[in-house]
């Protein structure tokens, strides 16, 4: 009976308003707590992944460890926080691996909103965080890209995103989401450009820990192109990889290592935490029995964000491959549509710099065939 009433809400899939129940459990201090911290208090949005799809958020709390870690006696001590989770039910799957979002996106704005307000004073609106896995991480990545450094930091654990400057073509002709069509969504951050469908250059001056799996074949395609168009503009994303059995405290170690390089530079926030083995749902199994990536998370400011400048030349126009594969210099990712991959591995119609001329010339191809 207490579920958030969302209204008109944009959906990419289809190019409609919905009106709607949005479901979602929350975690709120007590109130000697709030008022022990107020104005200091942080908020972190846990999203879950596509197993957790239900109407009952329970569902959200109980699939993976990360809310009920993120709210347990030992994180609060340190770090006071609401913690919400949005229950995502299977008719509204909030994004798809065609980097698109559903009705879902821009209820997740309203109910954040709306907290926002109800706590106004308690909350340190520069500590406002999120996490989450799979299809909830790629939503949280789609978000930082609409309100640009909105959030203080990202912990998402087996999810990607990337550029889709073609999104009607592969949703029955949906316009994609703009400030325009979804004003929620916006809310005054980026009205004034265009360079949120950019993506890799909107999160270059963000605060974002991912961590992957080798045997994802969604997560780490997208990241390693990623890492290639950072390259490309002189950065190198900070990295390190290790084996997810060795004894937590060594895992601890390498992560704690891993998010201590220096991130004052563009493109310098970034960091990628690689388990040498392990599938696609493994990830958060590893990643979340892991303190460092919270520990980092709540020490993450909106200002740092701010204060970092954007790496500028991925705001160039996509210029593409030499012979042997490298990122031509002087190419961002403007009009790129990155490529496209499944668990089985990169898709053989969508690959990178596709266009709905050259996917309808291989989609003909392939059914004279």
Not at 186 to 212: A, P, R
Not at 255 to 283: P, Q
Not at 302 to 311: G, I
Request: charged residues 20%; negative net charge; glycine residues 8%.
């Amino acid at each position: 009976k207490n579920a958030f009433q969302a209204t008109h809400c944009y959906s990419e899939y289809t190019g409609k308003y919905e009106n709607f129940e949005l479901p979602y459990a929350i975690y709120i201090p007590d109130a000697k707590t709030l008022e022990a911290n107020k104005g200091n208090v942080s908020f972190v949005i846990h999203m879950e992944h596509a197993g957790g799809l239900d109407a009952d958020p329970l569902s959200g709390v109980t699939s993976s460890r990360s809310a009920v870690k993120l709210s347990h006696a030992d994180f609060q001590a340190k770090n006071p926080a609401i913690v919400v989770v949005p229950q995502v039910e299977e008719s509204r799957r909030s994004t798809d691996d065609q980097m698109a979002s559903s009705e879902i996106n821009t209820a997740v704005w309203q109910l954040i909103d709306s907290l926002l307000a109800e706590y106004k004073g308690y909350i340190n609106e520069d500590r406002i965080y999120g996490t989450g896995q799979s299809m909830g991480g790629m939503l949280l990545l789609n978000m930082s890209a609409q309100r640009d450094n909105f959030f203080a930091g990202l912990a998402v654990i087996g999810a990607q995103w990337g550029n889709s400057y073609d999104k009607p073509f592969q949703h029955n002709n949906s316009p994609a989401r703009s400030p325009k069509n979804d004003p929620i969504s916006f809310n005054g951050f980026g009205l004034d450009k265009e360079n949120y469908q950019n993506w890799y250059y909107m999160v270059s001056d963000d605060n974002i820990l991912l961590h992957t799996c080798a045997d994802d074949s969604l997560a780490q395609g997208l990241w390693r192109a990623f890492q290639e168009y950072y390259q490309a503009g002189g950065v190198e994303l900070h990295q390190a990889e290790w084996d997810p059995y060795l004894p937590k405290d060594q895992q601890e170690a390498l992560d704690k290592k891993l998010v201590s390089a220096s991130g004052e530079t563009a493109g310098s926030g970034i960091y990628w935490g690689k388990f040498n083995r392990g599938t696609h749902m493994s990830t958060w199994k590893y990643a979340y029995a892991l303190d460092t990536p919270f520990e980092w998370l709540f020490a993450q400011s909106r200002k740092t964000a701010q204060a970092r400048p954007k790496l500028v030349s991925l705001n160039n126009p996509w210029l593409g491959r030499d012979a042997s594969g490298k990122v031509l210099a002087g190419s961002g990712t403007r009009n790129l549509n990155t490529a496209q991959f499944t668990p089985k591995g990169a898709d053989s119609i969508y690959v990178e710099g596709w266009t709905r001329e050259t996917v309808t010339a291989k989609l003909t191809s392939a059914s004279k065939k």
